[in-house]
């Protein structure tokens, strides 16, 4: 059975920093399968719908941003471990929301939730002013 376990949120100001961690198990993605999977972090406010933030391809060469978070946000992964982090630095109110970690087969920079496989249950990231 796959599992994305999502780690890391908290409450902070803005201004501050967060690591965020998805670690991936079981079925289709456990042991060396991980890295043919892309990586996708999400995030979704209060009465808003589900956004794209960052993705990553499998071997981890590849990075994609929404413009949101593009030049504050870094998504990366140790295919070793099995997981996959988000670094989000100068974090502002508007960043906050429940983050998930998803993987995606096909792994062609897709942006759409409905496009991934799997999910993890999310983390709450609360930035106050």
């Known amino acids: 059975q796959v599992q994305l376990v999502e780690s890391g949120g908290g409450l902070v100001q803005a201004g501050d920093s967060l690591r965020l961690s998805c670690a991936a198990s079981g079925g289709t993605l456990s042991g060396g399968t991980f890295s043919l999977y892309a990586m996708g972090w999400f995030r979704q406010a209060p009465g808003k719908e589900r956004e794209f933030v960052a993705g990553i391809s499998g071997s981890g060469s590849n990075t994609y941003y929404a413009d949101s978070p593009k030049g504050r946000f870094t998504i990366s992964r140790d295919n070793a471990k099995n997981t996959a982090y988000l670094q989000m630095n100068s974090l502002k109110p508007e960043d906050t929301a429940v983050y998930y970690c998803?993987?995606?087969?096909?792994?062609?920079?897709?942006?759409?939730?409905?496009?991934?496989?799997?999910w993890g249950q999310g983390t709450q990231v609360t930035v106050s002013s």
């Open positions: 998803a993987a995606d087969y096909v792994g062609l920079k897709r942006v759409v939730p409905r496009d991934y496989d799997y």
